[in-house]
């Protein structure tokens, strides 16, 4: 009699571009600063061998050095048709011209009477002498959801702001990842929205929001899927909310890094922790990895300690290109280094079928 026993064995191996175990560590170093007082997400770029870097408190100034750490030289930036009101410089992008495009986040005063309470808006601009000069190219990203003027967080009615653009790996779309601040609670949260890379010079109604797998969505007025959604709403005055996403392209890890604030409880911005996030495909939102925390509230002294991003330290390093190592800093301050990691997991070795369905087949008499 023969027998013959056929096992099946099935190697389950991660597919090319898949994350595996990404980590971001963060070690404590001497303190460094930028070179001004910031209050949102601070843009770098190089020209000419030297860096360059927006700073903003409700009006853009830009400094120069010939490393991130400094001596700087500080200088107002001069704003061409810019509407008067608070702006900060949150994104920039340069050309191989040399020309520089950017995008700001923007606050509008007098919403409602007896009251300080703005919805933020995003809009674009165009420079080519460096960033001294900045033409606007107007509003690309603006909520269509009522405002809400009995807000309780302490600033914001609605609107959409606090972001960061990175451009894909394939040149094709530039990706806005933003908050959203008002209209219902499931709408809330940090969302996305791109731009064709050919649309650069002419962009007002050329972005489109990320709506339920979908980015058709218009940047002006149109609805959104948040990639992080609150628990608990930005209207109330303890809210819980990942906001201000800071995003590089990590060349280490080959992948997009993502930091993130983390509002919890009173008053409305309470900084709870620094999270991190990552992905590989910036076309398919809903990839990206649940946030985990690299510093927490012990870490800050006061409620006010946000806009945590990175400055990589390579020769082109900015706050969207790092390596390995990198500085972080949370609002403007640098007390800390961090360091990514990566561990691909074992292959998996399955038996299929199971054990006692392994068939015995044996040859008819």
Known sequence: MMRWIYRFFTIA????????????????????????????????FWRDGRLFQFGSAGRPRLSEASNPFGPWETRDVSFAALEACPHWMESVWTDVDGTLFGWYHAEPVGLFED???????????????????????????????????????????????DFSVVLDRERKFFYFFFDNYGGPAASQGVAAARMAFEDLIDPVGKVRKYYKGEWNEPGLGG???????VKRAWQLSDPDAFWGPALHWNTYLKCFVMLLNHAQGSPGWAQEGVYVSFATDLSKPDTWLAPARILDKSSFSGWYFF???????????????????????????????????????????????????????????
């Not at 809009?123 to 009995?150: H, K, R």
């Open 115 to 161: 009251s300080t309470m703005t919805a933020p808006k995003i809009g674009a601009v165009i420079s080519i002498d460096g960033g001294q000069t900045i033409l606007d190219l107007g509003v690309v990203l603006e909520s269509g959801d009522p405002l809400d003027p009995g807000a309780q967080n302490g600033y914001f009615a609605g609107g959409h702001g």
């Open 307 to 365: 806009y945590p991003q990175v400055m990589g330290l390579g020769p082109s390093g900015t706050d969207t290109l790092a390596g390995q190592t990198a500085r972080l800093y949370v609002g403007g301050v640098s007390k800390w280094e961090i360091d990514f990691s990566v561990k691909a997991p074992e292959p998996v070795i399955e038996v299929d079928p199971p054990e006692e369905a392994v068939r015995d087949l044996v040859p008819e008499p």
């Open 13 to 44: 191996l991660a597919p090319f571009g898949a994350l595996f175990a990404q980590e971001a560590k963060v070690r404590v170093v001497d303190k460094v600063t930028m070179p001004i007082q910031v209050d949102s997400n601070s843009p770098a």
């Open 223 to 229: 609805r959104v899927t948040p990639i992080f959604p």
